[in-house]
């Protein structure tokens, strides 16, 4: 793979995606040949929010909206499999170390709790954009790829902690029939829930180990309850993490391209080998 990430800073259309010093920093460190450091860059971004007004300790959230949007972009811009993303996540980790400012954003601390990224994310949780120009859907359907493959490794490397997420992709994934057989949108929906069991995976199934028999609260059972296809309880069990792992094979024999078939049948070998080393396979 080649070390140079192209990075854009507008879209296709020209509107700008990211804030141009967010970018220029971004771009430079992101090269896998880059010589600036992690901590270097965290520090940089850092200095980059206007200051409170009046002594206050709370900054507005319009700065915060336009960065981890801007993050999200550049995300959307590198495969999945490229190392830049595992950099672009290691970037996020350190901006959660940096020293307590004092200041907050809708309560939360900067940087610690990475203000508004939460609510960022669920801006892009409401499905990938349809076209009905081939070339353009293709684009889209890379991009909600790349996300999540982004989303899933800062989950597993502990920066932020959505817990339905993950069983939310899987569900719409596996546990329901609304992608066609050699569509792709049923190969983007694979490849999808796949980047979760690639990236987040091992965590999931360390939890179901510690606890296979999750007590949920009313609300937790109706945002995690199975999809048409699934009978089962809510949440990460025992029963649906088997059914995915079925369903992953199933579903890789429907899929439109060797990429997206070979990925899927990783994903179920990888279930496959931790149900027996972690689970026991029962």
Do not use: C
């Not at 993050?71 to 996540?89: F, G, N, R, T």
């Amino acid at each position: 793979m080649a070390n140079k990430i192209e990075l854009q800073r507008k879209d296709i259309k020209g509107d700008v995606l990211v804030d141009e010093a967010v970018f220029n920093i971004l771009n430079d460190y992101l090269q896998l040949d880059s010589s600036v450091s992690t901590a270097q860059v965290a520090a940089t971004i850092s200095k980059l929010p206007p200051e409170p007004e009046d002594d206050s300790k709370t900054l507005d959230d319009g700065f915060f909206f336009d960065l981890w949007r801007g993050i999200v972009s550049i995300a959307e811009q590198i495969p999945y499999e490229h190392a830049a993303q595992d950099k672009l996540v290691k970037l996020m980790r350190e901006l959660t170390l940096l020293s307590d400012t004092g200041l907050t954003v809708w309560e939360l601390r900067l940087w610690t709790d990475l203000p508004i990224l939460a609510a960022v994310f669920r801006e892009y949780l409401n499905g990938p954009a349809q076209s009905k120009i081939a070339e353009e859907q293709a684009r889209i359907d890379e991009a909600w790829i790349r996300f999540h493959a982004f989303s899933a490794r800062l989950m597993g490397a502990g920066v932020i902690h959505f817990a339905t997420q993950p069983i939310w992709m899987l569900r719409d994934a596996l546990e329901e029939e609304n992608n066609p057989p050699k569509s792709s949108a049923l190969d983007r929906g694979l490849i999808t829930a796949a980047m979760y069991i690639e990236f987040f995976g091992a965590v999931m199934v360390e939890r179901l180990a510690a606890d296979p028999n999750p007590k949920l609260s009313s609300e937790n059972r109706r945002l995690l309850k199975g999809g048409p296809l699934f009978h089962g309880e809510p949440g990460l069990r025992w029963d649906r993490w088997e059914f995915w792992t079925r369903r992953f094979r199933e579903e890789a024999e429907k899929t439109s391209t060797k990429e997206a078939r070979d990925i899927a049948l990783r994903a179920a070998r990888l279930m496959e080998v931790w149900s027996e080393t972690r689970l026991n396979a029962r």
